[in-house]
């Protein structure tokens, strides 16, 4: 059974920083190499949201919010996909989610907040 398990979140101060890290635990490595990962975030009362996708050939995308402040990548080999946020603002306060796109699968979430 394959399971994303997320972990990472925390409370931090604007303008501090987080690294979030997702694991496909059970994920077959030639599945998990081809596979678009990535990272959506929802707020309270809100939609939610993509915030960067990498795909099997480590090509990343991102919101337009988080460019030049997110970076996201992966490790083949630990099957583990990150997400490192830099000059957090309180905007970024969310649940965030790791998403697998061939296999159609959310993790639990981990929750980030961002204090002003």
């Known amino acids: 059974q394959v399971r994303l398990v997320e972990s990472g979140g925390g409370l931090v101060q604007a303008g501090g920083s987080l690294r979030l890290s997702c694991t496909a635990s059970g994920m077959i490595l030639s599945v998990f190499n081809s596979d678009t990962l990535g990272w959506y975030r929802q707020a309270p009362g809100m939609e939610r949201e993509l915030v960067a996708t990498?795909?099997?050939?480590?090509?990343?995308n991102y919101q337009d919010s988080v460019k030049g402040r997110f970076t996201i990548s992966k490790d083949n080999t630990k099957r583990r996909v990150y997400l490192q946020m830099n000059s957090l603002k309180p905007e970024d306060t969310a649940v965030y989610y790791c998403h697998s796109a061939v296999r159609r699968l959310w993790g639990q979430g981990t929750q980030v907040t961002v204090s002003s």
């Open positions: 990498i795909t099997g050939g480590a090509v990343p």
